[in-house]
């Protein structure tokens, strides 16, 4: 399963989700999914995640084990 620390970083980041979500080229919704670990995104979308965030993939974005 993936999760992250979306959330924590956008709210760090003084960001809206709408702020995120633009940045990123999805909606609002797809970004509240993506937080509350909903959806799965794609490689290319992690990373424009990322680069919103200015974090590497690693500090976002990792594999839970047994899950």
Do not use: H
């Not at 960001?15 to 970004?31: E, F, H, N, P, W």
């Amino acid at each position: 399963m993936l999760t992250n620390n979306v959330k924590k970083f956008r709210v760090e980041a003084g960001m809206s989700q709408k702020d995120l979500s633009y940045i990123a080229g999805v909606t609002r919704q797809t970004m509240s999914l993506i937080e509350k670990g909903e959806y799965n995104p794609t490689i290319s979308l992690c990373l424009r995640i990322c680069c919103g965030l200015n974090k590497t993939l690693d500090e976002v974005f990792w594999l839970k084990q047994g899950g």
